[in-house]
């Protein structure tokens, strides 16, 4: 019944905009699953203020934040389908399209740091994973750092051995999963906006995200100890159904890359410090404590998920590695 009710939305909305009447602007939906207050709630709409302007209101961008239009495991059935036309997800989402590539980006301790991620994103192993995606009907327009993960729980997490036995979320990256498991924790595959619950009453024991997410989403809140690893890094993937782009009147189109252009360099210029503000007001709330690895604890963590790597050329694909090897000079296993 979804997928007819879906299939019957995406039939209104894939109407080639080009013949719409000229007074009636054209209606871009773009849904994401986070709170408007994060680098890519604060993203989505710097690209509606500009994509408004740019097309002198041609165009009315319509953003839907906090999964209020679609869950995260919804969504990208839902763009193919036309029932929405532009989504942010986490790269790990395009696993169960069949383009597992993504998840190499999930890798434990691959970017050193935030320079090193958008150099490589911006380079041949971005350009090289939007490719991957045109066959199922979808365009990469760009790609959005959302910074390095922390991990929380009810207890200190600084030793390997800390996981032992904990249930954990993940957003459904079988990368994400390995290096979990590595640790000893059960990992649970969770739509994002049932985290918060899950934490309060226990179905989940703990998770990984951004300070920006423990802040927004309050997790924090459900979570007595933050342990700031920045073992791996959250980048999403802006993403649009090609019928629909590819029917756009080009100049309407040239405008909104150029809106997609300018809104990208700013919510990557905003992420670093959006994640360093959230953590000082949750250090601030002091409704958690925070912890810190030392070089001993980080080579520790490092070791034990080491595995990762080797076992990823099954999943991922030896390509994309070696790809990830070249542009980030590092070694793979």
Request: one cysteine or more; charged letters at 25%.
């Amino acid at each position: 019944m979804r997928k007819l009710l879906l299939a019957v939305a995406a039939a209104a909305i894939l109407v080639v905009p080009a013949v719409a009447e000229a007074q009636s602007p054209i209606v871009i939906k773009f849904s994401h699953v986070v709170a408007n207050d994060t680098p890519k709630g604060k993203g989505a709409l710097k690209f509606k203020e500009l994509a408004e302007k740019y097309t002198d209101g041609k165009v009315k961008i319509e953003v839907y934040p906090n999964s209020t239009l679609y869950k995260d495991k919804e969504e990208i059935e839902a763009l193919q389908l036309g029932s929405v036309h532009i989504l942010a997800p986490s790269t790990a989402k395009f696993a169960p399209l069949g383009i597992k590539e993504f998840e190499a980006l999930d890798l434990p301790w691959l970017f050193k740091d935030g320079d090193t991620y958008a150099n490589a994103m911006k380079g041949t192993i971005g350009k090289w994973l939007f490719q991957k995606l045109e066959a199922k009907g979808i365009t990469g327009l760009a790609y959005w750092d959302n910074g390095f993960h922390m991990v929380s729980a009810n207890r200190p997490l600084v030793k390997p051995t800390d996981f032992q036995g904990l249930k954990f979320r993940i957003s459904g990256s079988k990368v994400a999963d390995q290096y979990f498991r590595l640790v000893g924790t059960i990992p649970q595959i969770m739509a994002f906006s049932e985290v918060y619950q899950a934490l309060q009453t226990g179905v989940v024991d703990g998770c990984e995200n951004t300070a920006s997410n423990y802040l927004t989403q309050k997790f924090f809140e459900v979570q007595k100890d933050i342990t700031v690893s920045y073992h791996a890094h959250l980048q999403y993937a802006v993403i649009v159904n090609s019928k629909f782009w590819s029917g756009l009147p080009p100049d309407i189109r040239t405008q909104l890359e150029k809106a997609m252009t300018d809104a990208t360099d700013y919510t990557n210029s905003i992420a670093r410090q959006e994640n360093e503000d959230a953590l000082a007001e949750i250090k601030k709330l002091g409704k958690t404590t925070l912890h810190y690895l030392t070089d001993a604890d980080r080579k520790a963590w490092q070791e034990a998920m080491q595995p990762t790597y080797k076992w990823a050329k099954g999943r991922v694909g030896q390509e994309v590695l070696d790809l990830l090897a070249k542009e980030l000079d590092v070694k793979m296993n």
